[in-house]
């Protein structure tokens, strides 16, 4: 302990004397200087061992190579290679014929090279933090507030002394609040480890308030025993005080994991929803048992992932243009089935049970087979990937808060086409009285496949949602077509405020179970409830009132 | 030999003699009950009319779900109560089998441990649940082969019908039932060995359930009890009380208004349904060797809907037919063309539902009306009107 | 007996019936023998059809081969595909139709346990011979199957070793995440014993286990990250199954719970896997395995080569469970050869200590127990939907078909080779096989 300590003051002293003597040289020998960064550089290939390899990155990041940003980055994505013949150092890039190939060392272009006649740079998760801490510590003077941010962060994450002297330097400029208040942690941390007694202190004061998970994971860890029953963390006084802080800020947390329960309920809900949504169009509103409403949400998902193959490089547009073509895609396929199948089956609505069944199962092998079984690979857009960090107890994603919004904004749109639009009159006059309706002129053919094409669609746009969230196989469908049927009946069948009730309670309701019962009883559950829901309100939460509910 | 004024005078027989189809069915069934057996067993193999055992045994699963169709059907076609969720009865009493078949394997489980099946051994069980208690003995299990459906269908049954939950409601209720169990049985807590489920079955009655003997005893059976379970149906939807039934199909309300207590009919058809299904369940893990969660899943119990619609609902022997045609198509398809024998299995059940609109029995019933029609005195069989 | 009407409709049904059946179900049992039969029970519908299309594909492609070679004794090799759809009762049926009605020589198949253990009373009643090639939970040794994927200790205890290890990262806490059902199951009892016999403490592992296609992961995975953060390192053993683990990753990916802080070792993630979703977010997370397509040897380029030649898309990938049919369809070939027939008592006598190359430059050799020795290795998710290899055994490790790490599996050993024992499951204390079918 107190060895590894002096040769962590020692190592500082050397740095801060390197970063000195660094800033103040102006450049003596430039070539010689570039020789021996070369052979620093070229000690990754041979280096095996993690310890060789960190004390290798911790030399690249102090030296003066003038792009050592560069190389520690790409050595931290996999995109450092070397050459198997002539063990050149590259960054390689993927290329339809290997990799495009540039040397590390001089920046040349070398082309493009067979993808088995180089071999990667290997890094493990070990020196991932090491890489993480130093690219941090060199990204702290960035320009941009963001990049700085996130460098703050991750120096919280890969806390070490070494980089104490670039903290104190970041500090002493930095404007933001933010970056500040996460330096100041990121000190803390690191200071948390020292040895004198008033520093530690100190850096446990730091943490009030902050519920960052990582400080608190250093504080748990200073509350363990050895197994003699002896605390690991001998200073009581520091333990103490930590063990305050630490029950202080799982107190609050504990408050945010109950907010975060209802997110999480919310965004199951609204999953549920946008299955279900277009269900009761089909099922709720005409009366159709459609089995393939989960298949027009597998194409759905199929067109996500063949409009991200026309538009590789704009992904993250590919996701605004999937929702309109997906919607276009399900939509004329449910007026082709309509027009085809469920024409000739209105008015014996059990037999569209078994049409639509036979649909599906068609559906699926028809997936199967032009797309293969596979599951596809669809790229979430850069804005729906990630959290947004609240604090450090609650974050949300942003996926799951798009498609809350997402879910709500497709329900309106379709409350105000049914209600606001004269197609939506049209479709409420047939699906009421279809006799009534022909004679008073409207297409009621037309019409209907209008609506089975209308809730077809809405599946569709389900698909995209889905697509973010798992996997786009030939199976996606049946997996949630069990539960949106469960969602439309518990509202009521044909009422879309029903339907949207019904999801998010049974959303929440399901997320408030599963900590205590698990995810499988917790479902368990729900079914059971609703149930016993029925017996109580036969006709689901929002029932129709009046005569076309008698059949 | 019976004689044939016996046989008009017996109950079965006035049921089987207004009843042309089912005398057809019943024979079938009393042929092949005599004949499989024989050709398996007495015919050398190699021969013209050697029916190897896979087709023994495969014929005999065909039977197991000709009787869980029958049993849809006479909720279904006659009283109107589309159930999602059939296949949780049959499952039911495959399970109450397979835990018999279970308690005889004894100490020859792997783990050679005389109380406890091996997948409770490996999972560190000690002591066999209660539930288990009492599937040693045969005949207890015979008994809740017919009993745990029969409860769960009368507590589920009570519970709605009383409440009036009706149509498509009733659907998605009986599915969410089959689907709620599903989930149950596929958890390892629950001690019915989770997703793998009870397998490797060595005996029944002390008969090994490898040798050819007892199959042909099994498929002997089956074939018996479909019969069995036909005039069973036909006795109730053609007394008095089957009359209410179809009434109930027909209009509930109508019904109700005229005094009659619609919810006890109701649910002492869908009782009755419950067991048959349990009784086919429980033939049918003995012949297959395996009962597993997947019985539960909802997409197995809308198959069952499917078999009765394209055999012919309301019709009973349709029910049968249906069973068998589709299951026959589906065993010829997954090994004649298995890379899109999906795409055959749902044009024929588009197809059937466009044209076929009261299923294969239908068709044959519209030749026999039209040959009819000349003589102009028969009176048309009566299909379903849903 | 009945009116003479009644008996003519006797008669006319009997024939009917019995047509039905003869003519339709057992028309096509005689053929000539001409060529070597070998039966594919892999799902080709269903939920299954995922990962099992491609072991149907590579069993095609093998069989190919080796008819280009000249067959086997002289023979060509015909393949039976059947489909039984994920369907476990109809997994039996078919594998009665293959060794009943088929005939065939031998049967690469199943997937899952579950349709392991519906098949097997009916491989070991027609005593077919079954190559099972995924890794598995173990507990089992038949007579006629043989089995090329991992057993637990070749997979879950190293993997468990790693992690321990400096390397790893000296993980101290554990979490074992897994689908509930008996893969998860039987390796999760495996690893708690196993851990506790290392010193980690009851309250320092938390198992958790979902339902299949579980596709909400927030709260486990919430729960994960708190779990974590109670001041030891942490990881996470996955035994998600398939369909799920997208989900899962796609979760972990958006809660920002990276590999430097929680890693997670998966034992059913493989290359094919990682093909149906992004791997950016997901870089550093492991994967314990017996192959990686990423393998640096010769006949490993080769295979590859071949395979994407074979399937004619060059993104497809190469995974273990491929792997575990390359080599037992080798060794099937060997073993037919040195036999000189395809007999199945003389082939699996043969069989035993075969050895042939395994595609990461080693050899792989059949065990008396029927199962095979092999490399363990971790890989790393890389960006490119790949693994990198970080480590591996420094020889192949011998399959154990009993654990021992469950008292009452410890017991037993399974051998077909030692005449005195000559069975799967030999009680070393009583001395005995139990239940034996034949």
Redesign the interface.
């Known amino acids: 302990m107190k060895l590894s300590h002096v040769f962590r003051v020692f190592v500082v002293l050397a740095l801060f004397v390197a970063q000195v003597v660094q800033a103040e040289q102006i450049t003596p020998v430039k070539s010689e200087v570039a020789a021996d960064n070369a052979l620093l550089l070229n000690e990754l290939i041979s280096a095996r061992s993690?310890s060789d390899k960190k004390n290798l990155i911790n030399l690249i990041a102090n030296s003066n190579f003038p792009q050592r940003a560069k190389v520690l980055s790409a050595l931290q994505?996999?995109d450092l290679y070397y050459t198997k013949a002539d063990e050149q150092l590259v960054y390689a890039f993927?290329h339809p014929d290997g990799y495009q190939i540039t040397s590390v060392i001089d920046g040349e272009n070398l082309g493009v090279i067979g993808s088995?006649k180089v071999r990667?740079i290997?890094i493990?998760?070990?020196l991932?933090?090491v890489l993480?801490g130093v690219l941090a510590e060199l990204s702290l003077r960035s320009e941009d507030v963001f990049v700085r941010l996130s460098a703050a962060k991750d120096l919280i994450?890969?806390p070490s002394p070494e980089f104490l002297y670039a903290i104190e330097r970041a500090k002493a400029v930095e404007v933001n609040e933010k970056v500040l208040a996460s330096l100041n942690i990121a000190t803390a941390m690191i200071n948390l480890n020292s040895e004198e007694q008033v520093l530690r202190l100190d850096a446990i004061e730091a943490f009030r308030g902050t519920l960052d998970?990582?400080a608190?994971?250093?504080?748990?860890?200073?509350?363990?025993k050895d197994?003699e029953g002896n605390y690991l963390e001998q200073d009581d006084l520091v333990r103490e005080s930590a063990a305050a802080v630490l029950s202080e800020m799982r107190g609050e947390a504990e408050m945010y994991k109950l907010v975060?329960?209802v997110f999480?309920g919310l965004?199951?809900g609204s999953?549920l929803l946008l299955t279900a949504v277009g269900l009761a169009i089909t099922?709720g509103v005409m009366g159709v048992?459609n089995?393939a409403h989960g298949e027009m949400m597998m194409l759905g998902a199929y067109t996500t992932y063949v409009i991200q193959l026309l538009m590789p490089n704009y992904i993250d547009y590919s996701i605004v243009v999937a929702i309109p073509a997906a919607f276009l895609v399900s939509g004329l396929v449910g007026i082709v089935i309509e027009r085809g199948?469920i024409r000739?089956?209105y008015g014996?609505?059990?037999?569209t049970?078994?049409?639509t069944?036979?649909?599906?199962?068609?559906l699926?092998?028809?997936v199967?087979?032009i797309f293969?079984?596979?599951?596809?690979?669809?790229?979430?857009p850069s804005w729906l990937?990630?959290?947004w960090e609240i604090n450090g107890a609650l974050?949300l994603?942003?996926?799951?808060l798009y498609i809350i919004i997402f879910s709500l904004v497709v329900l309106l749109m379709l409350v105000f086409l049914l209600k606001k639009t004269f197609v939506g009159l049209q479709m409420r006059a047939v699906t009421q009285n279809r006799a009534m309706a022909n004679s008073m002129g409207i297409r009621t053919g037309w019409v209907d496949a209008l609506t089975f094409g209308l809730g077809s669609g809405i599946a569709g746009i389900a698909g995209v949602a889905l697509s973010?969230?798992?996997?786009?196989?030939?199976?996606l469908g049946?997996?949630y077509i069990?539960d949106s049927?469960?969602v439309v009946?518990f509202g009521g069948?044909g009422n879309l405020f029903g339907t949207f009730f019904a999801a998010m309670s049974l959303g929440v309701a399901?997320?408030f179970l599963?900590?205590f019962a698990?995810?499988?009883?917790a479902?368990?559950f729900v079914?059971?409830f609703?149930?016993?829901f029925?017996?109580?309100r036969?006709?689901?939460l929002f029932a129709l009132k009046g005569r076309s509910v008698?059949? | 030999m019976i004689n044939s004024k016996i046989f008009e005078r017996s109950a079965i027989g006035r049921l089987l003699l207004a009843d042309k189809a089912g005398r057809y069915l019943i024979a079938a069934l009393l042929v092949i009950t005599v004949l499989v057996p024989l050709c398996n067993l007495l015919m050398p193999a190699g021969s013209f009319l050697h029916i190897p055992t896979y087709v023994v045994v495969l014929l005999g699963k065909y039977l197991c779900y000709a009787l869980l169709a029958l049993a849809l059907d006479l909720v279904w076609g006659y009283c109107g109560i589309l159930s999602l969720g059939h296949g949780a009865f049959f499952a039911l009493g495959g399970y109450a089998m397979g835990m018999h078949l279970m308690r005889q394997i004894g100490e020859r489980g792997v783990y050679g441990n005389a109380e406890l099946p091996d997948f409770m051994v490996f999972l560190n069980w000690t002591e066999l649940p209660w539930y288990w208690y009492g599937f040693d003995n045969f005949f207890f299990t015979m008994f809740m082969v017919a009993l745990v459906p029969a409860a769960l269908a009368f507590v589920f049954g009570w519970l709605a019908f009383r409440s009036r939950v009706t149509g498509v409601y009733l659907s998605i209720i009986t599915q969410a039932m089959t689907y709620a169990l599903l989930l149950a049985f596929f958890r390892n807590d629950m001690g019915f060995g989770g997703n793998n489920g009870l397998t490797d079955f060595k005996d029944i009655l002390g008969f090994s359930l490898q040798s050819d003997a007892t199959r042909c005893v099994l498929f002997a059976l089956s074939a018996l009890s479909v019969a069995g379970a036909y005039v069973l149906c036909r006795a109730i939807v053609t007394s008095k009380y089957g009359r209410v039934l179809i009434a109930i199909r027909d209009a509930e309300s109508r019904t109700r208004f005229m005094g009659y207590r619609v919810e006890h009919y109701k649910l002492f058809v869908f009782v009755v349904s419950a067991i048959l299904a349990g009784i086919a369940g429980a033939l049918y893990v003995p012949q297959v060797g395996i009962i597993n969660p997947g019985e539960f899943g909802p997409i197995n119990s809308i198959e069952i809907v499917i078999w009765v619609a394209i055999g012919g609902r309301g019709t009973l022997f349709g029910a049968v037919i249906g069973a068998v045609a589709v299951n026959y198509a589906k065993t010829y398809f997954t090994g004649a063309f298995p890379e899109v024998w999906l795409f055959m299995l749902g044009a024929l059940f588009v197809i059937s539902t466009l044209y076929l609109p009261k299923g294969i029995v239908g068709v044959v019933t519209q030749i026999r009306e039209r040959r009819a029609e000349s003589n102009a005195t028969s009176i048309p069989e009566q299909g379903a009107k849903s | 007996m009945k009116s003479p009407k009644s008996i003519k409709a006797f008669a006319k049904h009997s024939s009917i019936v019995l047509a039905a059946a003869t003519l339709s179900l057992s028309a096509s049992i005689a053929q000539a023998a001409d060529t070597i039969k070998v039966g594919v029970l892999h799902s080709l519908s269903g939920t299954m059809a995922i990962s099992e299309t491609t072991l149907k594909d590579t069993v095609l492609m093998l069989i190919e081969d080796q008819n280009k070679k000249g067959g086997i004794l002289g023979k060509k090799l015909e393949a039976v595909v059947v489909d039984p759809a994920s369907n476990w009762p109809l997994f039996a049926e078919k594998a009665k139709e293959l060794l009943d009605k088929d005939k065939v020589d031998v049967i690469f198949g199943c997937w899952t346990s579950v349709s392991r253990k519906s098949v097997l009373p009916v491989i070991e009643e027609l005593n077919g011979l079954m190559f099972y090639p995924v890794q598995y939970e173990g507990e089992e040794s038949s007579k006629n199957v043989f089995y090329t994927g991992a057993a637990p200790n070749q997979q879950a205890i190293p993997a468990v070793d790693y992690l321990m290890s400096e390397a790893g990262g000296s993980v101290k806490r554990w979490v074992l995440a897994g689908t509930d059902y008996v893969y998860p199951r039987t390796t999760n009892k495996i690893l708690e014993s196993y851990l506790k016999s290392k010193g980690v403490a009851e309250k320092d592992i938390m198992i958790n286990y979902t339902p299949f296609g579980h596709s909400d992961w927030q709260t486990i995975v919430s729960d994960i990250k708190k779990f974590g953060s109670q001041g030891k390192k942490t990881a996470v053993v996955s035994t998600i199954n398939g369909d799920a683990n997208v989900p899962f990753y796609k979760e972990l990916a958006n809660q920002g719970m990276s590999a430097e802080d929680i890693p997670v070792v998966a034992f059913s993630v493989g290359e094919e896997e990682l093909s149906g979703f992004d791997t950016g977010p997901l870089v550093g997370h492991l994967a314990a395995w017996n192959y990686f397509m990423s393998a640096d040897a010769e006949v490993n380029d080769e295979f590859i080569d071949k395979w994407i030649a074979y399937i004619g898309d060059d993104k497809r990938v190469t995974n273990d469970p491929m792997e575990a049919t390359y080599i037992g369809f080798n060794m099937w070939v060997k073993a037919v050869e040195k036999a000189k027939t395809t007999d199945v008592d003389k082939v699996s006598a043969a069989l035993i200590g075969i050895s042939v190359p395994n595609l990461t430059g080693g050899v792989a050799t059949m065990l008396p127990n029927h199962h095979l020795t092999k490399p363990v290795l971790i890989g790393e998710i890389q960006e490119n939907g790949q693994f990198d290899i970080v480590w591996q055994t420094e020889g192949a490790v011998p399959g154990d078909a009993w654990t021992d790490f469950l008292p009452e599996s410890a017991k037993l050993i399974a051998d077909w080779q030692d005449p005195k024992i000559m069975c799967g499951n030999y009680n070393t204390e009583t001395k005995k096989c139990s239940g034996q079918n034949y």
């Open positions: 993690t994505d996999g993927s088995r990667k290997s493990n998760n070990e991932r933090t993480r994450r890969s998970s990582d608190m994971s250093i504080l748990a860890a200073m509350q363990l197994s975060e329960n999480f965004s199951l999953v099922f048992i089995m199948v000739h089956l014996r609505p059990l037999e049970l078994l049409a069944f036979g649909v599906s199962l068609i699926q092998q028809a199967r087979s293969s079984p596979l599951n596809k690979s669809v790229s979430a990937s990630g959290s974050s994603t942003y996926n799951r973010q969230l798992t996997n786009v196989g030939p199976n049946q997996s069990i049927f469960m009946v069948v399901n997320k599963e900590p698990g995810a499988v009883l479902k368990i079914l059971v609703i149930i016993l029925i017996q109580w036969p006709r689901g008698e059949d």
